[in-house]
């Protein structure tokens, strides 16, 4: 049974957004809640988040983004090392199932009601689908949940340890399209566990993955990804990534080496 999240409406969080996008860090942190009038839940489906709980998810997420540097600005790394560690905690302690989590108006609640601080910290005057959760593959909350959703593997030992295979920029070309493969997570899962092993040959990584996922969104059209053991899947992943290497390879080769004009 899924938790069940305040959902923030369009007009509030737009507001929200429109006066604290020039607010400082310091008065956000007195702007936080665990409710707001325009907020409300759904239903059905699972039960209601008490305020208990979100009030522990603030408390935890305030401790990695001091870990992180929060309230200042920090380091570029810091913040990646923040991405990794906010998306193995929302996953495992949100209590959120896939459904539940496509919700936009969830994720502009918990960006711009319960956690305006650190969000504008980690994105500072940020465009509104940052925290507004009118795109999840670029909400600064919304995204991790779901990066972890699709790489957790299912095992007790380190079943996160995929998360940091792919950087931002990469994980969001997979999370783009998740209708022709994202849906997969046995799919997505073995494209992270092979990732490292795929010998780009001096190729540039984001073209390979580009090229990848393409070929197995083709292949998709006629393969049954869930249905496929893992090793016959693991067999599918690599023939793509070795394909996507050669076809790459070949035209950088028959480009040949770029002159300047005379």
Same mark, same amino acid.
């Given at each position: 049974?899924?938790?069940?999240?305040?959902?923030?409406?369009?007009?509030?969080?737009?507001?929200?957004?429109?006066?604290?996008?020039?607010?400082?860090? =310091?008065?956000?942190?007195?702007?936080?809640?665990?409710?707001?009038?325009?907020?409300?839940?759904?239903?059905?489906?699972?039960?209601?988040?008490?305020?208990?709980?979100?009030?522990?998810?603030?408390?935890?997420?305030?401790?990695?983004?001091?870990?992180?540097?929060?309230?200042?600005?920090?380091?570029? /790394?810091?913040?990646?090392?923040?991405?990794?560690?906010?998306? /193995? !905690?929302?996953?495992?302690?949100?209590?959120?199932?896939?459904?539940?989590? =496509?919700?936009?108006?969830?994720?502009?609640?918990?960006?711009?009601?319960?956690?305006?601080?650190?969000?504008?910290?980690?994105?500072?005057?940020?465009?509104?689908? #940052?925290? !507004?959760?009118?795109?999840?593959?670029?909400?600064?909350?919304?995204?991790?949940?779901?990066?972890?959703?699709?790489?957790?593997?299912?095992? #007790?030992?380190?079943?996160?340890?995929?998360?940091?295979?792919?950087?931002?920029?990469?994980?969001? /070309?997979?999370?783009?399209?998740?209708?022709?493969?994202?849906?997969?997570?046995?799919?997505?899962?073995?494209?992270?566990?092979?990732?490292?092993?795929?010998?780009?040959?001096?190729?540039?990584?984001?073209?390979?993955?580009?090229?990848?996922?393409?070929?197995?969104?083709?292949?998709?059209?006629?393969?049954?990804?869930?249905?496929?053991?893992?090793?016959?899947?693991?067999?599918?992943?690599?023939?793509? =990534?070795?394909?996507?290497?050669?076809?790459?390879?070949?035209?950088?080769?028959?480009?040949?080496?770029?002159?300047?004009?005379?």
């Amino acid at each position: 049974m899924s938790v069940l999240y305040p959902r923030l409406l369009g007009d509030a969080a737009k507001n929200l957004h429109h006066e604290y996008q020039h607010l400082a860090i =310091a008065e956000l942190r007195s702007r936080h809640a665990l409710h707001h009038p325009a907020a409300v839940f759904a239903a059905t489906g699972g039960r209601r988040v008490t305020e208990e709980e979100l009030q522990r998810l603030r408390d935890d997420v305030l401790e990695v983004a001091g870990r992180a540097g929060f309230p200042d600005e920090g380091r570029r /790394q810091d913040r990646v090392t923040f991405d990794l560690e906010i998306a /193995q !905690l929302l996953h495992q302690r949100c209590g959120l199932v896939a459904g539940e989590a =496509a919700v936009r108006s969830i994720w502009a609640f918990i960006a711009l009601v319960l956690l305006p601080d650190v969000s504008y910290w980690r994105y500072p005057r940020p465009p509104g689908d #940052r925290v !507004l959760g009118t795109d999840i593959t670029r909400h600064v909350w919304g995204r991790l949940w779901w990066r972890a959703h699709l790489l957790a593997l299912p095992q #007790r030992f380190e079943p996160y340890r995929l998360l940091d295979t792919f950087g931002e920029a990469a994980f969001d /070309q997979i999370f783009a399209r998740r209708r022709s493969i994202g849906g997969s997570r046995a799919l997505i899962r073995t494209l992270a566990d092979i990732w490292p092993s795929v010998d780009r040959s001096g190729t540039p990584e984001r073209d390979v993955l580009v090229d990848v996922l393409k070929r197995l969104s083709r292949w998709g059209a006629v393969v049954d990804f869930e249905s496929l053991d893992q090793d016959e899947l693991r067999r599918q992943v690599q023939d793509a =990534a070795d394909e996507s290497v050669s076809v790459l390879r070949a035209q950088g080769q028959s480009a040949g080496p770029r002159h300047a004009d005379a």
